[in-house]
């Protein structure tokens, strides 16, 4: 991870960033400024681990973050990803007395972010009802985020994953590419690299998807939509 210079925090960019921000007092917008920091890291660099310091909060300018599981093996079962204008709240976890469990977060791309520091993020939750709130929220939506997660792998079947997974990628972008490989794809699923290799050519003799090196075109999408869901 590096840093820059404190000054260089854009304030405008918390204020679009944090819902909370109008019902701060000027002296704790000013604390919440200078207790953040820009910093940066590196592709494939850890970001937060359950041995590591409290990184903070951090709001995402560019780049993307993978939070996920690690078993004792070494296998990992991605949870979520956040990119550019997301808050990675559970970099912070150790402000949420709730939050126990073993979570790990990568950077996934070169990515540049806001880090608050866990420190001045909880003495605002102590003395702010609205940054609380804040910040149970995003708790609760990343835990539903986890839930989803938890039920595509526990109950069903790896077509229908691999269809959620195609379609709701795409929806991020609005194109028809998927610029991904077989085992990127497994990670993000929590899935292993045959079965998502099998199923895409299964697809790719259906009509559904063109393979190609290094990325996925997907040429039915309503097709690919109704096995999402199920049909």
């Given at each position: ?30 604390q ?32 993307q973050?993978r ?16 990119f ?61 985020d ?86």
């Amino acid at each position: 991870m590096s840093e820059v210079q404190p000054s260089a925090v854009n304030r405008n960019c918390l204020a679009c960033a944090f819902p909370f921000w109008g019902q701060l007092t000027p002296a704790e917008q000013e604390q919440l400024c200078r207790f953040t920091r820009p910093v940066k890291y590196r592709k494939g660099e850890r970001v937060h681990s359950p041995v590591e310091n409290c990184v903070g909060i951090l709001l995402l300018r560019s780049g993307q973050l993978r939070a996920y599981l690690l078993s004792e093996d070494g296998r990992d079962i991605t949870l979520y990803r956040l990119f550019q204008g997301e808050v990675c709240i559970l970099s912070a976890s150790c402000v949420m007395d709730s939050v126990n469990f073993d979570l790990y977060i990568d950077a996934e791309e070169d990515t540049e972010a806001y880090c608050i520091g866990a420190g001045v993020f909880r003495q605002l939750m102590q003395q702010n009802v609205y940054v609380r709130c804040y910040a149970y929220q995003m708790t609760a939506e990343r835990f539903s985020d986890t839930m989803w997660t938890m039920q595509q792998i526990l109950f069903m079947s790896a077509d229908r994953r691999l269809a959620i997974f195609l379609t709701d990628e795409l929806a991020k972008t609005g194109g028809a590419d998927l610029h991904m490989t077989h085992d990127q794809i497994a990670r993000y699923m929590g899935s292993a690299r045959e079965v998502v290799s099998r199923l895409l050519k299964y697809f790719a003799g259906e009509g559904l998807v063109r393979l190609y090196r290094g990325g996925v075109e997907v040429l039915d999408k309503e097709r690919l939509k109704q096995i999402a869901h199920g049909a």
